[in-house]
C-alpha cells in the first residue's frame, strides 16, 4: 500500500472528498509534498474546499491528468493550510511542475482570483 508521502510524489493525484451524505467525489490534483503528507493548492471557494470543511476524511491515489487511478488509494485527514503554509507551498509547486506551476498561478489570476483567495489543503495521515 502506498504511503501519503509517496504518492505526493507523483505528478497528479486523485482526491476524493465526501459529500455531507456520504457519497463520494474525486477530484484530479496536482500534488506537493508536506513532510510524511500531502498538500494540494486550489481555490478557497472550491467544492472540494467547502467539502473538506464539512468532513476532513479524504483518499488520495496516484492518477493522471484525467484522473484514471493507477494503484490503492490512502486514507488522509485534510485540514485548510493558513496564510504562511499557503506561501510556503506555492513556491513548493512553482519548483516541483516548473513552467505548468507558473501557468497555473497565472490561471488562478486571470480567473480573478486574489491571493488570498487561494488556500492550501494539508493532508495528514489519520490519528
Known amino acids: ?17 465526501f459529500r455531507k451524505d456520504g457519497s463520494p467525489v474525486a477530484t484530479p490534483v ?12 486550489t481555490v478557497s471557494d472550491s467544492w472540494k ?6 468532513n476532513p476524511r479524504v483518499t488520495l491515489a496516484a492518477c493522471d491528468v484525467r484522473g484514471n487511478v493507477r494503484g490503492e488509494a490512502v486514507e488522509g485527514r485534510a485540514r ?6 499557503r506561501d510556503h507551498f506555492a513556491e513548493v509547486l512553482a519548483r516541483k511542475y516548473r513552467l505548468l506551476g507558473v501557468f497555473g498561478t497565472l490561471r488562478y489570476r486571470l480567473m480573478g482570483k486574489r491571493r488570498r483567495e487561494r488556500i492550501t489543503v494539508i493532508i495528514v495521515n489519520p490519528a
Open 80 to 85: 485548510i493550510g493558513d496564510d504562511a503554509e
Open 30 to 41: 496536482w500534488v506537493l509534498p508536506a513532510g510524511d503528507g500531502a498538500a494540494v493548492w
Open 49 to 54: 474546499v467547502k467539502r473538506v470543511r464539512n
Open 1 to 17: 500500500m502506498p504511503t501519503l508521502e509517496q504518492i505526493s510524489s507523483e505528478k497528479y493525484a486523485s482526491l476524493t472528498t
